[in-house]
């Protein structure tokens, strides 16, 4: 299995302000990525695949980078709509998410 | 929108089995791969398995193999969870998701099925 780690766990931001989450897997992925948004009470939510594409319509705010083992998914302009815990998720090799970071506002 | 319906909550006994189920399309069974991913109270998600129902293919976590078996039934478009020897850790909302290969993002979720493990 493909180990995923996350990093913070938790982020608290102002609204307007730049948030950078980043995601690691144990071994090279490629860019099969994909980011997802789970609001308290609801499911996940894909907002980002292949690691830099855009699920449509999602906010032109969101984007994500990166490719091999190192992620970063970055909220340009953090609005209060944004509260939820995000995920990565890698798809090279069947499925395995990270632990999740928490972002407040 | 594709719809995958799940059954309801269940509370099961330690040492018990449980069964979940995912109603998808007919386009689902033929084109996609379904997956099987758990959320327990304040964590995170865990992928435990999928199936390319079209291919009768099946893979699991680590963690699972064994205890976790994944069905279909072709004639109701189906596809069922079952899970063994269940301890209190598997208490959880389990969702079945749709992915475009037996490796794939999810568009598409259930609503959640909440298993209780209790005694």
């Given at each position: 299995?493909?180990?995923?780690?996350?990093?913070?766990?938790?982020?608290?931001?102002?609204?307007?302000?730049?948030?950078?989450?980043?995601?690691?897997?144990?071994?090279?992925?490629?860019?099969?990525?994909?980011?997802?948004?789970?609001?308290?009470?609801?499911?996940?939510?894909?907002?980002?695949?292949?690691?830099?594409?855009?699920?449509?319509?999602?906010p032109?705010?969101?984007?994500?980078?990166?490719?091999?083992?190192?992620?970063?998914?970055t909220?340009?302009?953090?609005?209060?709509?944004?509260?939820?815990?995000?995920?990565?998720?890698?798809?090279?090799?069947?499925?395995?998410?990270?632990?999740?970071?928490?972002?407040?506002? | 929108?594709?719809?995958?319906?799940?059954?309801g909550?269940?509370?099961?006994?330690?040492?018990?089995?449980?069964?979940?189920?995912?109603?998808?399309?007919?386009?689902?069974?033929?084109?996609?791969?379904?997956?099987?991913?758990?959320?327990?109270?304040?964590?995170?998600?865990?992928?435990?398995?999928?199936?390319?129902?079209?291919?009768?293919?099946?893979?699991?976590?680590?963690k699972?193999?064994?205890?976790?078996?994944?069905?279909?039934?072709?004639?109701?478009?189906?596809?069922?969870?079952?899970l063994n020897?269940?301890?209190?850790?598997?208490?959880?909302v389990?969702?079945?998701?749709?992915?475009?290969g037996?490796?794939?993002?999810?568009?598409?979720?259930?609503?959640?099925?909440l298993?209780?493990?209790?005694?």
């Open positions: 299995d493909i180990q995923m780690t996350q990093s913070p766990p938790t982020l608290s931001a102002s609204v307007g302000e730049r948030v950078t989450i980043t995601c690691r897997a144990s071994r090279n992925i490629n860019n099969w990525l994909a980011w997802y948004q789970q609001k308290p009470g609801k499911g996940p939510k894909v907002m980002i695949y292949q690691a830099s594409i855009l699920e449509d319509g999602v032109s705010r969101f984007s994500g980078s990166g490719s091999g083992t190192q992620f970063t998914l909220i340009s302009s953090l609005q209060p709509d944004d509260v939820a815990t995000y995920y990565c998720q890698q798809y090279s090799l069947y499925s395995s998410f990270g632990p999740g970071t928490k972002l407040e506002v | 929108q594709v719809l995958l319906v799940q059954s909550a269940e509370v099961k006994r330690p040492g018990s089995s449980m069964m979940v189920s995912c109603e998808t399309s007919g386009d689902t069974f033929t084109r996609f791969a379904v997956h099987w991913v758990r959320q327990a109270r304040g964590q995170g998600l865990e992928w435990i398995g999928v199936v390319v129902p079209a291919l009768g293919k099946r893979n699991f976590a680590q699972f193999q064994g205890r976790a078996t994944i069905t279909t039934d072709v004639s109701t478009n189906t596809v069922f969870l079952r020897n269940l301890r209190s850790d598997d208490t959880a389990y969702y079945c998701a749709r992915s475009l037996s490796s794939g993002y999810y568009t598409s979720w259930g609503q959640g099925a298993v209780t493990v209790s005694s």
